[in-house]
């Protein structure tokens, strides 16, 4: 009866052993040497039935191959154990604290978990005291030696170690971030470039010509205007003038250009001493800027559209005076002074005479005032 009770035992205590020992057949693989072999780094396949449980098959994977099957690069590929110790080596992998664990110096998982058929399975970093393993392997008699030559296979040597890893995994996250950024960047830039342009061909359908710091119609800032002693502008453009006359400044010699329609004076070019556009003005509403505001605007109007007033205070002696002007994107905005308002601001009803590239006034602006 005695012996039947000693072999029921002996059944249940191997099935409560079965049980609680984890799947070992995951993959192992060597990443990293440090400290002469004494740290070693691997990267560990965990598979079990419960999800909570892939970490400890993935320790104990680690162990059971490195004592009973070998590991590619560690002692020539062989296994470690040389001598049997089973009462030792059993008790190695027991227990919620196995004594396995004191040997594990850190453990990190490699991306999610996944569900494999009825299994789990998952990937883990794990960096081991070798040395230390070596010497308690040494103490109990499963081995002789204590030290273990350790490499890396020249096919995992083609990779980086663990620490140089996830580096490069950092910095390609980062270039990737600045590519999505720059990227966005560029699409938010040319919605906006798109959005200009969609602006400006819709005041250019409406008025006709649009006026910007860069220039208008045939005119372009900066653009030479002579050429083999003719204009390069046309004599005639677009119903925004029909006719042009130019001259040199009788003291500095530049270059200067007028255009008219039947009502006067509509477009005055000032040209540098290379015959290049320097500054350019309009003094009729067919011609608006990319907001939509022109000679007809009114004060308010181009404040509400983001303009900023840039008057000029003159004082000579006794008498005091003001230059009025408006500014928005480039674009000047020139008011007479009797439609200004008074003690430095323009009358909120008050209308430019003028838009202008420079903010001064030059050639025909003196005599419109």
């Not at 079965?18 to 040497?33: D, K, M, P, Y």
């Not at 970490?55 to 154990?81: H, M, P, Q």
């Not at 594990?104 to 990937?123: L, M, N, T, W």
């Not at 559209?305 to 000579?316: C, F, L, T």
Request: hydrophobic letters at 40%; aromatic letters at 10%; proline letters at 2%.
């Amino acid at each position: 009866m005695r012996t039947i009770w000693l072999a029921i035992v002996a059944i249940v205590v191997s099935t409560f052993t079965l049980s609680a020992q984890q799947n070992r057949t995951g993959s192992v693989e060597i990443l990293e040497v440090e400290q002469d072999g004494d740290i070693l780094t691997f990267k560990v396949e965990g598979i079990a039935a419960k999800k909570a449980d892939v970490i400890i098959s993935a320790k104990e994977t680690l162990f059971y191959r490195l004592l009973y099957e070998g590991v590619e690069g560690v002692n020539d590929d062989n296994k470690l154990i040389e001598h049997e110790n089973k009462y030792w080596l059993d008790n190695f992998f027991k227990g919620k604290n196995a004594p396995y664990n004191a040997y594990v110096r850190s453990i990190e998982q490699d991306g999610a978990i996944a569900k494999s058929g009825s299994e789990f399975v998952g990937s883990y970093y794990i960096v081991l005291n070798f040395k230390a393993l070596l010497k308690a392997l040494e103490a109990n008699g499963p081995i002789d030696r204590e030290k273990v030559l350790a490499k890396v296979p020249p096919k995992v040597n083609k990779q980086v170690g663990l620490a140089a890893r996830k580096e490069k995994e950092e910095a390609e996250a980062r270039a990737k971030a600045e590519a999505e950024a720059k990227a966005k960047a560029e699409a938010e830039a040319k919605a906006r470039e798109e959005a200009e342009a969609k602006a400006r061909a819709s005041a250019s359908t409406s008025a006709g010509l649009v006026f910007s710091k860069n220039g208008i119609g045939p005119l372009k800032a900066g653009a030479g205007m002579m050429k083999s002693g003719n204009l390069t502008i046309p004599d005639t453009y677009n119903g925004f003038y029909d006719r042009v006359i130019w001259d040199n400044n009788q003291f500095t010699g530049e270059l200067e250009i007028s255009c008219y329609d039947s009502n006067g004076v509509v477009l005055e070019i000032a040209c540098d001493d290379e015959n290049k556009v320097k500054a350019f003005a309009v003094y009729t509403p067919k011609c608006k800027t990319a907001e939509g505001l022109s000679t007809s605007s009114t004060a308010a109007e181009i404040l509400a559209a983001g303009g900023v007033e840039k008057n000029n205070k003159m004082v000579e002696g006794s008498w005091t005076t003001w230059e009025y002007r408006m500014y928005l994107n480039g674009v000047w905005f020139i008011f007479k002074d009797n439609v200004a308002g008074s003690n430095g601001k323009i009358n909120p009803s008050a209308k430019p005479f003028a838009l202008s590239s420079i903010n001064y006034t030059f050639m025909m602006l003196d005599s419109m005032k």
